[in-house]
T-cell receptor
Framework: RKEVEQDPGPFNVPEGATVAFNCTYSNSASQSFFWYRQDCRKEPKLLMS???SGNEDGRFTAQLNRASQYISLLIRDSKLSDSATYLC?????????FGTGTRLQVFP | DTEVTQTPKHLVMGMTNKKSLKCEQHMGHRAMYWYKQKAKKPPELMFVYSYEKLSINESVPSRFSPECPNSSLLNLHLHALQPEDSALYLC?????????????FGPGTRLTVL
């Protein structure tokens, strides 16, 4: 079983839609969690860290459920520019463990 | 603008060549990382330097040799690579020992081994 599991997608959604990505992790000792965004042939960029209380940054909301070992990312009012691969990441010490990524395609 | 820079952007090399990838960060971080990423796969950790000392080597073949000359520079020396080593090589940096280890990536070097 992979340490961090994500639905690979693709998720094809129209502009303005709300889309949710889910992620599970297997190591209960994982300390912190992140969502990274990666555009085709570019580097991963940190989208947001994920806190137990949940956190929001504009149209993006991240939630962490430690009891269920589950992380989510909600994107509201999708834009064409949100099209990318979203990587769920768990931290173990100084190491980051990446999920395989979920591909999002927003169409006009 | 990225505060982690990598050179070169692209590199094509033969299996007998020796080349080096370079990374520089201007964030004052004391941990630096090399990752390898194949198409449609997530990044895979290769090496971690913490306070300029190698702290993690993820069983990487010896044809990859990392070097950390100072706190802001990280090199990856390449020798006798194989075609399957063709990939995007990403450098990242962070502040070590933090509860929340946010890592910031450079733009990568796209390596092709012929």
């Amino acid at each position: 079983r992979k340490e961090v599991e994500q639905d690979p997608g693709p998720f094809n959604v129209p502009e303005g839609a709300t889309v949710a990505f889910n992620c599970t992790y297997s190591n209960s000792a994982s300390q912190s969690f992140f969502w990274y965004r990666q555009d085709c042939r570019k580097e991963p960029k940190l989208l947001m860290s994920v806190y137990s209380s949940g956190n929001e940054d504009g149209r993006f909301t991240a939630q962490l459920n430690r009891a269920s070992q589950y992380i989510s990312l909600l994107i509201r009012d999708s834009k064409l520019s949100d099209s990318a691969t979203y990587l769920c990441v768990a931290q173990g010490g100084d190491k980051l463990i990446f999920g395989t990524g979920t591909r999002l395609q927003v169409f006009p | 603008d990225t505060e982690v820079t990598q050179t070169p952007k692209h590199l094509v090399m033969g299996m007998t060549n020796k080349k080096s990838l370079k990374c520089e960060q201007h964030m004052g971080h004391r941990a630096m990382y090399w990752y390898k990423q194949k198409a449609k796969k997530p990044p895979e950790l290769m090496f971690v330097y913490s306070y300029e000392k190698l702290s993690i080597n993820e069983s990487v073949p010896s044809r990859f040799s990392p070097e950390c000359p100072n706190s802001s520079l990280l090199n990856l020396h390449l020798h006798a690579l194989q075609p399957e080593d063709s990939a995007l090589y990403l450098c990242a940096s962070s502040q070590p020992g933090q509860e929340v280890n946010e890592q910031f990536f450079g733009p990568g070097t796209r390596l092709t081994v012929l």
